[in-house]
Structures are given as C-alpha cells and as structure tokens.
C-alpha cells in the first residue's frame, strides 16, 4: 500500500478548485458520520492526530485516541467544535486506534458507536451513552458481543427497526473473520484474504436490540452484484467493498454506499431491503487528496448532502484529514450523480 505522491500537487491550487473547503482548520477531522438532531446537523468525525508512526498496511499512523462532535446550524453555517466527547482512556475494554465512529438517537437519548482495538489487538465494537447529541458519552464497559472490525453505521428504518452495519478489510481485520472466529496476523498484514477470482468479502449486518446495545441476530454478509446479479469478486477493486458503509433511503429504496479504499473511489449499491442484496449503481465521489475516502449521506431541508473528508489542508499527510460537505444530486431515476471534488481535475 504504498503511500500516494504528492510531491507534485500544487496545494494552493488545489485548495482553490476544491469544491468545498475544510469545516474546521483547528483540529484534524476525518470519516465524517452526519445526522439531523433536533433541526440541527451533528457531524461525528474520528479525530486525526500529529505522530511519528510509519505507514503501513495496517493503518497503524491512524493513531486517534478520541472524539471531538461538530455541530452545524445548516449546511451553510459555521461548524462549532464541541471538544472532546469521548477519550479512549476512559473505555475500560480499548486500548487504542478510537476510528470511525456513528450516532443514533432513540428517546432523548443519544448513542454514539465506535470502533477500537481491545487489549489484544482486535478491533471491537463499542457504544457510548449521552443526553445530549454533542456528549460527553459515557461508555459501556465491554464491547457489543459479538462485534468486529471496524466502521459502524447505525441505520434507522421507517418502521423503527435499527441496524448496524460495520466491516473493514486489511487494517479492518475483516478478513481474519472468514471463518468465524480471529485468526492472528501470522502471514502478514494481507493474509486471509479471497483470491481476485473469489467472491468479494462483504459488509456485515446485524439489527440491533431495543436498548440499542446488542445484537438481536448473527452478524449477515451485506451482498453487492453486478449488473448481472453475481457477487462482486475481490479482483474488482473499483467497485468491491472495502470499508466505511453507509446507508440512506431515497423514494423508497436502500442505498448502500461505501469506500473502495486502494482505488479511493465512493460507490454506491441499491436494493429493496435494508439487508440487501444491493446492485452496484456507481461512483458518488472521484478520488481526493489521500489515501483513503470515507463519507456519510444526510437529507436537510429536502436537499441531500454528502460528507466527506482530504488530506489538502495538511499538504496530502495521509492521516492527517479534514471533514468537508457538498451537495448530492439523484437524477429522476434516482441514481446519484458522480462528484468531483475539485474543478479542472487538480
């Protein structure tokens, strides 16, 4: 996984033709999970922090130990910095690497669920609890049974059916998963994972309890086909997943949309069922400025939008990224039109 050149990007430039700018400039935000609360739009980031750690395939530079929550009047206001919400030195199970995170609410009360490496090096899955949308939460203190890997989206169906779906290969471990159980680094960071000609790892599913801190069912694979209706294979890097879903529902359908990390773009899949299967419709957002892409979709005010994050206002440092938003178009067949995330392709 070699890291990307920058030596050549004009950073002035780039900044200039960038469709949107940075939410905030005082801290590095990144994997940005938005929600309406209230009328108000609540942005979820993880936190990227300055450090010396070497680039590698395990993402091991993505070393963010909390959770600071912006909050925005509209998609036009300010971003306001809450502080910090939540610190992984007060999740008795995690020792480190606080990633993408997710929010929910349900009755006045506010979840916040998130992803960390426990004290044995696998990612685990946990919630945190607040009365208010912006924090602090208070954390359980063990993991949600059962989870893995990385990456929650907590999607809130019209019936009042919660569901979570999670799931990151390579750094994500989601590979040492296949069979069940964790199977330990052993052949290298890569190991276990499908051959090209193989059937794609996919995202996982699992509805949630009442409390919203369990599982009710087995974690299920999230299944995204071809125009043909066969399985994405692990070759089709283009398009196969590789972490951060995320779920919308758009004139009665499910988009499931997703990052398909070493070729950076955002997709996209649509079914009829929060469970899938979901067929690949295309691309939502070109590459940006870094290595990875992560997002999440969110409708105000009947206009959608998504949100995103570069590495632009740190000059292209892989893990050291900036939330951005910009508006998001479905046609009148209801596919989502691709976006450029800079004018002239800088």
Known sequence: MPEDPIHHIDFDKLNRN?????????????????????????????????????????????????????????????????????????????????????????????????????????FRIGVAKSALPIGPFIPEPLPIPNSFSIDPAVFQDEDGAYYMYFGGIWGGQLQRWRTGSFKAEGEGPLAHLPQDNEQALCPKIARLSDDLLSFTETPKDVLIIDENGNPLLAGDNDRR??????????????????????????????????YGPFRYAGKILEPVVGWTSH???????????????????????????????????????????TIQPYKNNV
């Open 18 to 122: 960038a469709i949107s700018q940075p939410l905030v400039k005082h801290i590095y935000t990144a994997d940005p999970s938005a929600h309406v609360f209230n009328g108000k739009i609540y942005i979820y980031p993880s936190h990227d922090i300055e450090n010396n750690i070497p680039f590698d395939d395990l993402g091991s530079h993505f070393a963010m130990e909390d959770y600071h929550i912006l909050s925005m009047d509209s998609p036009d206001s300010p971003a306001i910095d809450h502080g910090c919400a939540l610190h992984v030195k007060d999740v008795p199970w995690a020792e480190k690497q606080m990633w993408a995170p997710d929010a929910a609410e349900k009755n006045g009360t506010y979840y916040l669920f998130f992803p960390a490496k426990d004290h044995e090096g696998i």
């Open 295 to 337: 997002h999440s979709i969110c409708a105000y005010e009947g206009k959608w939008y998504l949100f995103y994050h570069d590495s632009s206002l740190s000059k292209g440092v892989t893990h050291l990224r900036s939330v951005k938003l910009t508006e998001l178009f479905h046609d009148e067949n209801g596919y989502i039109q």
């Open 241 to 274: 997943f590789f972490e951060a879903s995320w779920v919308h529902k758009y004139n009665g359908k499910y988009y499931f949309s997703y990052s398909t990390g070493d070729t950076h773009f955002l997709c996209y899949a649509i079914g009829d069922s929060p």
